[in-house]
């Protein structure tokens, strides 16, 4: 199985520029989650969708922030318009329905300038 | 405010020593518990899990302890290896929310 899969890896952008990552969670799992990694908060979950469906958002930082899950093999989270304080390391990681064992991505590094 | 908490930022051991790993939480509606090993410029991989229902689950080399009176665990590595130099994260999910909070996170230096 080729694990959780993220593009870009790396992301350089200039402030006020839309950054959209994207996501393909391993075949079979329900559950997508995407996080957040910066030195000051560590590693911090933005939303996680079962079955297509957001389930929990109370972590997307403002309205600047949107992800989609059009289907069970695709997830998007964009930024726009982004901001040099958006720098981070950004995972998504995917489980089965009946594990709560999460699978990680290698992560898309975020630097706005 | 923290809810999984990793006081020690970083741990250094020597190869063949067991290395202790330790992780609080405050959150009494945890009731799952994960360890997870990451090296840079890569994703946080899963090393071993733990119910509340049990105080101790063995995986190899890896041993989780949980007290649960206490709320707090432990990953314990025996024999410690170089390749095991790693970031450790501590996490814990409730049985309501299936996303994970996690600790800041132990950096493990194993000496040859």
């Known amino acids: 199985d080729a694990g959780v899969i993220q593009s870009p890896r790396h992301e350089v952008t200039e402030m006020g520029q839309e950054v959209t990552l994207r996501c393909k969670p391993i075949s079979g799992h329900n559950s997508l989650f995407w996080y957040r990694q910066t030195m000051m908060r560590g590693l911090e979950l933005l939303i996680y969708?079962?079955?297509?469906?957001?389930?929990?958002d109370s972590g997307m930082p403002e309205d600047r922030f949107s992800a989609k899950m059009p289907n069970a093999s695709f997830s998007t989270l964009k930024i726009q318009p982004s901001e040099p304080r958006d720098s981070a390391v950004y995972f998504c990681a995917s489980s089965t329905p009946t594990s709560l064992e999460q699978y990680f991505g290698p992560g898309t590094r975020l630097t706005v300038t | 405010d923290q809810q999984v908490k990793q006081n020690s930022p970083s741990l250094s051991v020597q190869e063949g020593r067991i290395s202790i790993l330790n992780c609080d939480y405050t959150?009494?509606?945890?009731?799952?518990f994960l360890w997870y090993k990451k090296y840079p410029a890569e994703g946080p991989t899963f090393l071993i899990s733990?119910?509340?229902?049990?105080d101790k689950n063995e995986d190899g080399r890896f041993t989780v302890f949980l007290n649960k009176s206490a709320k707090h665990l432990s990953l314990h590595i025996v024999p410690s290896q170089p390749g095991d130099s790693a970031v450790y994260f501590c996490a814990a999910s409730d049985a309501g929310r299936r996303a994970l909070t996690f600790g800041s996170g132990t950096r493990l230096q194993v000496q040859p």
């Open positions: 969708f079962n079955n297509n469906v957001p389930i929990d």
């Open positions: 959150n009494s509606m945890f009731d799952y």
């Open positions: 733990i119910s509340s229902i049990k």
